[in-house]
């Protein structure tokens, strides 16, 4: 998912009109709540996922199959992060995702996006979780149970999570993307100075595994062609800072330069790891330069992985808050309801994030599913259902309209099939990692970050 790079700050003018959709206090909500909390999420959205993933993903596509999804998959969440920017354009009453459901589908549609919304941001919160644990037993080679790692590292996050108001520490995401980034860059060049990578054999002739072509089976396509996918289509979280910019109008402007920027990195990054690991890409891949250079990406990378768990949490517990309070004085009010409801939300849902995580203990998994899932309807199918509400009369038009009224009938479909057929990969591969081995058990104190390599 990738991060949004968009002038504005929460001090700049906010487009205040009420959407006809809200009552007063829902909106002032939305105001407080959502936008403040895009504004900080706006900018570590790649956060867990900025540790390349895409290597692994490579290894079933080949380099070519794999370098053709980055590009194809970039072109395709920016196309459709510009409908949505265009159609809140001509609805200025909606400010996220949800409100566009409402639009074009009535309750039922944005109760179902919501419902997405909340599932996407606790299981990236797990995400989030299995990182720091990851982390801190590469930093202390395995000193203690993972699961205790796992635990500390909902606690850290569901604390730092649980401040109500994040605004005035937006400074600290750019510390933690700034973190994360250096952490992957490290390991990037690591691997070209080592003379096989980590987890290969270390005595003998091997194979490295690097195929420009491959031929995956369905399940193997399908899981890494869904863990590419997501790594840049989180675009509906910029809707809510659209209001925030002083000129709207430079939306596209800073689309492009943020999807430009996030392409390039994610392409030339995952090429050159899978060029020099080729199958031997480590799990998590922070190791593949081996355990000296490990340990300094990780020491780097620690605040990032934290900082990106906790505004995923914070981002669900505050729609989760926002909803139980709505149309209450408790909603804005600092009352024992309010504060009791609002630390509920946040650790309720950190407590579901460490076992969301310690169940599918391995990344690559876990943000496959949070793609086919989540972001699959969201990123493909809606944005192609908002598009056919302003334009359903194109199926009458001239030959160039009918083709783009087909086409966004394709988006829908597509997204949809990539919901179905990357969950049902998805499930196959976790149990089939349970099968081998991969993954010992739910709850497994083994060491999640191989130290012993």
Same mark, same amino acid.
């Given at each position: ?348 849902? @950190?407590?579901?994030?460490? &076992? /969301? $995580?310690?169940?599918? %203990?391995?990344?690559?998994? !876990?943000?496959?599913?949070?793609? +086919? ?48 057929? @990357?969950?049902?990969?998805? &499930? /196959? $591969?976790?149990?089939? %990692?349970?099968?081998?081995? !991969?993954?010992?058990?739910?709850? +497994? ?9």
């Amino acid at each position: 998912m990738a991060a949004v790079v968009i002038p504005g700050t929460p001090d700049e003018k906010i487009d205040s009109k009420p959407p006809s959709i809200r009552n007063e206090s829902e909106t002032a909500s939305i105001n407080e709540g959502e936008l403040e909390s895009h504004e900080v999420f706006k900018r570590t959205e790649d956060g867990v996922n900025f540790r390349n993933v895409i290597p692994s993903a490579m290894y079933s596509l080949g380099a070519l199959g794999g370098a053709l999804s980055v590009v194809g998959w970039s072109f395709m969440n920016t196309y459709t992060a510009i409908i949505q920017g265009d159609f809140k354009t001509r609805h200025p009453e909606c400010h996220t995702l949800a409100d566009m459901g409402y639009t074009v589908g009535g309750v039922w549609l944005k109760e179902i996006i919501g419902a997405l919304y909340l599932i996407a941001f606790v299981l990236c919160a797990g995400t989030g979780i299995i990182g720091l644990s990851t982390g801190f037993n590469a930093l202390s080679d395995h000193a203690a149970c993972t699961v205790w790692w796992a635990f500390l590292s909902t606690v850290i996050i569901t604390i730092a999570a649980s401040i109500r108001t994040l605004r005035n520490i937006g400074w600290l995401t750019w510390v933690g993307f700034l973190s994360i980034f250096t952490a992957v860059l490290i390991v990037v060049v690591g691997v070209t100075t080592v003379d096989r990578p980590a987890a290969a054999p270390q005595t003998g002739e091997f194979d490295l595994g690097y195929h420009v072509i491959a031929y995956p089976t369905f399940v193997e396509g399908m899981t890494a062609t869904v863990t590419i996918f997501v790594s840049s289509a989180g675009t509906s979280a910029f809707l809510p800072v659209i209001s925030e910019m002083k000129n709207p109008r430079d939306y596209r402007k800073a689309l492009y330069i943020c999807m430009g920027l996030v392409l390039c990195t994610y392409l030339s990054f995952s090429l050159v790891v899978y060029r020099w690991t080729g199958q031997w890409v480590a799990n998590p891949s922070l190791g593949s330069a081996g355990g000296t250079i490990k340990k300094v990406s990780y020491g780097i990378g620690l605040i990032g992985l934290a900082v990106s768990g906790c505004l995923y949490q914070h981002v669900a517990a505050k729609y989760l808050f926002v909803r139980i309070l709505r149309n209450t004085k408790h909603l804005q009010s600092n009352t024992l309801i309010h504060w009791g409801t609002w630390l509920g939300c946040s650790i309720g849902l @950190g407590a579901v994030a460490f &076992i /969301l $995580a310690e169940s599918i %203990a391995i990344f690559n998994y !876990l943000l496959a599913l949070v793609g +086919s899932i989540c972001f699959a309807p969201m990123a493909i199918s809606i944005p192609g259902i908002l598009w056919l509400f302003d334009f359903w009369h194109y199926r009458t038009g001239n030959l160039w309209q009918r083709f783009q009224y087909f086409f966004h009938w394709f988006l829908v479909i597509l997204g949809l099939f990539i919901t179905v057929g @990357g969950t049902y990969s998805t &499930i /196959l $591969a976790i149990k089939d %990692a349970y099968a081998t081995g !991969l993954i010992g058990s739910a709850f +497994s104190c083994a060491d999640n970050s191989n130290s012993g390599h």
